[in-house]
């Protein structure tokens, strides 16, 4: 039987057949996938063949092959920094929640995600949340983030799922999709999904006062059925985001406005760092880069994940 992954928790995979029929299934043996050192072999969003086995009058399925991925989105694994864990496979886009304060995004953190993104060809859409408990100026840091990411060709969508401004939006762009929601705790995914769709309760926290983080409230990445033809991942609030095995030279290419320049540099294999005549360097002084993305792009290069969890540098 073939059937889709709907939810991992470790051992124990919740799938769904094309008939809408659930199993609860295991893996038979190890899996390795080529090319890729992960945690966990099957995530959700995979479609798997897996055969049905009845013990004690209870049938449980047995999966023993997973179908090639359009895609996938990982992350570095929090105990193990040489492996990977996979959030989720199979994506038609991701919505990656932001929040200016309670709790804060960092455009690190945005960028390290975005660059991970697009290394796996997965489209992004930020969403800047809570945007009517914002002030004046806190706005107006929203609409300078939105003019950066637009000006380089991300959608960005300011919504509140209090006041359901823009819920309609993100609900059109997600029809005919599977879309996964990320971001880290507490900016919100939980309460937009139910905005969205009423009725699927997720559950939801309250902001911690000690450290301004969400508290997690989902263990697991888990896929949900909509009512309105979409299917959405809802994942683990993200504290940091480690961007997995790059090439130096290839960095770049993942930032798009960096990507349009390179043909314009006189040596074909720039870092644009400090090499003559390059047009990264040049287009980053006539402030037509933003140099919050620039230093992401640095921090990257120089593989400063060790300390992607926190950021010293004054968030733009």
């Given at each position: 039987m073939t059937g889709l992954v709907y939810k991992s928790t470790g051992s124990w995979y919740t799938v769904k057949t094309e008939l809408g029929k659930v199993y609860e299934c295991r893996i038979k043996g190890k899996f390795r996938i080529k090319g890729i050192k992960s945690t966990n072999p099957i995530a959700v969003g995979d479609v798997v063949d897996f055969e049905v086995e009845t013990k004690n009058n209870q049938e449980s399925g047995v999966i023993y092959k997973i179908h090639d991925r359009t895609n996938f989105i990982v992350r570095k694994s929090v105990n193990l920094s040489k492996q990977t864990h996979i959030i989720a496979a199979n994506l038609d886009q991701v919505f990656l929640m932001i929040t200016i304060n309670n709790p804060p995004t960092l455009t690190s953190f945005i960028d390290r995600f975005l660059v991970t993104a697009e290394a796996y060809s997965i489209k992004t859409i930020l969403l800047f949340n809570k945007i009517d408990a914002y002030d004046e100026e806190t706005l107006l840091e929203v609409k300078y983030l939105a003019f950066v990411y637009r000006k380089i060709g991300y959608e960005c969508i300011g919504v509140s799922?209090?006041?359901?401004?823009?819920?309609?939006?993100?609900?059109?762009?997600?029809?005919?999709?599977?879309?996964?929601?990320?971001?880290?705790?507490?900016?919100?995914?939980?309460?937009?999904?139910?905005?969205?769709?009423?009725?699927?309760?997720?559950?939801?926290?309250?902001?911690?006062?000690l450290h301004m983080q969400g508290q997690h409230t989902t263990t697991f990445a888990e896929m949900f059925d909509m009512n309105f033809d979409a299917k959405i991942i809802d994942t683990p609030g993200i504290k940091g985001f480690g961007v997995v095995d790059m090439d130096r030279e290839e960095v770049g290419d993942y930032f798009p406005e960096i990507f349009a320049l390179k043909q314009n540099c006189k040596f074909n294999n720039c870092l644009h760092l400090k090499e003559p005549k390059c047009a990264v360097k040049e287009a980053l002084d006539a402030d037509e880069i933003t140099y919050s993305r620039y230093r992401s792009y640095l921090q990257i290069l120089e593989g400063e994940d060790e300390n992607y969890r926190t950021d010293n540098w004054d968030a733009n």
């Open positions: 799922a209090k006041t359901g401004k823009n819920v309609d939006k993100v609900k059109t762009l997600m029809k005919g999709k599977i879309s996964m929601f990320s971001g880290h705790s507490g900016v919100g995914k939980s309460t937009l999904v139910n905005a969205i769709q009423p009725d699927l309760n997720l559950k939801t926290k309250e902001i911690s006062n």
